[in-house]
């Protein structure tokens, strides 16, 4: 039997992913892009480090779930709408980067107790998380059509990138106020947003990316930053 250690399930109809259980001992990336009636198998392969659902509805109303507990490796996992993934015990999780598109109210809970997980994209939520880990350096959200202007988050302490795309009704950065001055902070596509007030940036930012906001060339905060107006 020919052993894989990255498998990706590309294209096609597949009844499940049971196949895959042969390589358990071996796989450790995997990416389901394909259509898939059933990924419940995803569960019986404990030595995954990376793991991409993003399975193809092909126009089909259908949602996915899946069990990851029994994945003591995992690292590096990227979820796809309509998919649903349980994390029994989130304190013995080892994720570190977490790609979550549509985000259910019930994941916010499981996302707030991730220990380790250092770079988190938003994509389309349902919900934010009021409490991003402290762990978190890099956070990223993009896809909101009604921004929550009361939204305050908490545990924001070690957060240096902030990126923020296609958001509709925020007028300003408080919800972020608990952070530390940022290394980079990027905008795109914030009509709405006036001012970055809330956040800071260190002396040594990078860079402020700014594009399609109101008045953006304004907040260039020192001359190692640049701005870019759309």
């Given at each position: 039997?020919r052993?894989?250690?990255s498998?990706?399930v ?6 499940d992913?049971?196949?895959l259980?042969s ?7 995997l ?6 009636d ?8 404990p030595?995954?480090?990376r793991?991409?659902l993003?399975?193809t509805s092909?126009?089909?109303?259908h ?8 994945m003591?490796?995992?690292?590096d996992?990227?979820v796809g ?13 080892t994720i570190?980067?977490l790609h ?11 996302v707030?107790?991730l ?6 994209r938003?994509d389309?939520?349902q ?7 402290e762990?978190v ?8 059509k009604?921004?929550n202007s ?7 302490g070690?957060l ?11 007028t300003d950065?408080r ?8 290394g980079?902070?990027?905008?795109h596509?914030?009509?709405e947003?006036?001012?970055?007030d809330?956040?800071?940036?260190a002396p040594?930012a990078?860079?402020?990316?700014v ?14 930053s ?5």
């Amino acid at each position: 039997m020919r052993k894989h250690a990255s498998v990706h399930v590309l294209e096609g109809d597949f009844a499940d992913l049971e196949f895959l259980k042969s390589q358990a001992d071996w796989l450790v990336d995997l990416t389901v892009t394909a259509f898939v009636d059933d990924i419940s198998a995803v569960s019986s392969l404990p030595r995954l480090r990376r793991l991409a659902l993003w399975p193809t509805s092909t126009g089909r109303r259908h949602t996915w779930s899946a069990d990851l507990s029994n994945m003591p490796a995992l690292q590096d996992l990227s979820v796809g709408p309509a998919v649903q993934v349980r994390l029994t015990d989130s304190s013995q999780c080892t994720i570190r980067r977490l790609h979550v598109d549509r985000i259910t109210t019930e994941f916010c809970t499981t996302v707030q107790a991730l220990p380790h997980v250092e770079d988190l994209r938003l994509d389309n939520p349902q919900q934010l998380p009021s409490f991003i880990p402290e762990s978190v350096h890099d956070l990223s959200i993009s896809g909101i059509k009604h921004w929550n202007s009361a939204l305050q988050f908490d545990g924001v302490g070690g957060l240096r990138y902030l990126q923020l795309e296609n958001i509709r009704g925020m007028t300003d950065l408080r919800a972020f106020a608990a952070a530390p001055p940022l290394g980079r902070l990027y905008i795109h596509d914030c009509p709405e947003l006036r001012s970055i007030d809330g956040v800071s940036l260190a002396p040594d930012a990078d860079h402020l990316f700014v594009g399609g906001v109101h008045s953006a060339r304004r907040w260039v905060p020192n001359g190692r930053s640049r701005s870019a107006h759309a």
